[in-house]
T-cell receptor
Framework: NAGVTQTPKFRILKIGQSMTLQCTQD?????MYWYRQDPGMGLKLIYY???????DKGEVPNGYNVSRSTTEDFPLRLELAAPSQTSVYFC????????????FGSGTRLTVV | GENVEQHPSTLSVQEGDSAVIKCTYS??????FPWYKQELGKRPQLIID?????GEKKDQRIAVTLNKTAKHFSLHITETQPEDSAVYFC????????????FGTGTQLKVEL
């Protein structure tokens, strides 16, 4: 049981490049979330999904896209990377949403230069 | 939407002393309040949580209290140890809309020898 797996762990992007952050969970959780963590700012919700085929915007969705074709996978796509997207990104999953607590992935540290 | 405020942003205590971190929330419908501990470079880990039908919960040296009327909740750590040094986040769960967690901005706790 691996829990929530995120790849890559680190990445440096040039301005304008694109990339996909991968997130996979093996706990059969329906709810999945993407957060970004900036120093001193806590975790901000980017997108979330309550099941395969269903996604919705969080607090800071601009510049990102997601898809949820399977229960296990919830990739986050960055198009036209900007320095403001330099952050640590955490994927999380939950059985029935936040009321049951989250299981977090190990994070992806992204730097846009 | 939900707004969670957390204080203080930094807290330094002597080993063996107690530490208290306080949070307030805005949405009276929020009903689940977890606390996460994040060590440097690691993912957030759930350490304790409380639901809206309970006023206090303890787990060894850690306790959480909830005042629904005032919409605030607190984390209490007694007999602090160096390994308690970390960033602590409070969060509140908003019913509906993915049951997502809204996080506070974090408290850097340093336990000094």
């Amino acid at each position: 049981n691996a829990g929530v797996t995120q790849t890559p762990k680190f990445r440096i992007l040039k301005i304008g490049q694109s990339m996909t952050l991968q997130c996979t969970q093996d706990m059969n959780h329906n709810y999945m979330y993407w957060y970004r963590q900036d120093p001193g700012m806590g975790l901000k919700l980017i997108y979330y999904s309550v099941g395969a085929g269903i996604t919705d915007k969080g607090e800071v969705p601009n510049g990102y896209n997601v898809s949820r074709s399977t229960t296990e996978d919830f990739p986050l796509r960055l198009e036209l990377a900007a320095p403001s997207q330099t952050s640590v990104y955490f994927c999380a999953s939950s059985y029935l949403g936040g009321e049951n607590g989250y299981t977090f992935g190990s994070g992806t540290r992204l730097t846009v230069v | 939407g939900e707004n969670v405020e957390q204080h203080p942003s930094t807290l330094s205590v002597q080993e063996g002393d107690s530490a208290v971190i306080k949070c307030t929330y805005s949405d009276s419908a929020s009903n689940y309040f977890p606390w996460y501990k994040q060590e440097l470079g690691k993912r957030p880990q759930l350490i304790i949580d409380i639901r809206s039908n309970v006023g206090e919960k303890k787990d060894q040296r850690i306790a959480v209290t909830l005042n629904k009327t005032a919409k605030h909740f607190s984390l209490h750590i007694t007999e602090t140890q160096p390994e308690d040094s970390a960033v602590y986040f409070c969060a509140a769960s908003s019913p509906g809309g993915g049951n997502k967690l809204t996080f506070g901005t974090g408290t850097q706790l340093k336990v000094e020898l």
